[in-house]
């Protein structure tokens, strides 16, 4: 069975399988408020690698999960950015 092939249910509905052990990972921009801020938590709650992206890491020290990762990274800078993707 491939990761996140559907299989059929008794009850003729499907579900996706989730016996993969392989984590998604994801890069975030604006992950200091807001939308992006939310999206961080959400993702990493549900077992994503999340790479935090934010002009200011300070903000993001209040998050406190193992999965999301703080990244110094101002997307308007494309030295800063070939430097946050090289970490």
């Known amino acids: 069975k491939k990761i996140g092939e559907k299989e ?16 998604k990972v994801v890069l975030i ?16 709650k549900n077992n994503f690698i999340v790479y935090a992206g934010t002009r200011n890491v300070k903000k993001l020290q209040e998050l406190h999960h193992s999965n999301i990762i703080p990244l110094s990274l101002d ?13």
């Open 29 to 44: 921009t604006g992950a200091s408020s807001g939308i992006g801020r939310a999206t961080a938590e959400f993702l990493a």
């Open 8 to 23: 059929k249910s008794n009850a003729n509905s499907y579900r996706v399988s989730t016996e993969s052990k392989i984590k």
């Open 75 to 87: 997307i308007t800078s494309p030295a800063n950015i070939l430097s946050a993707v090289a970490k």
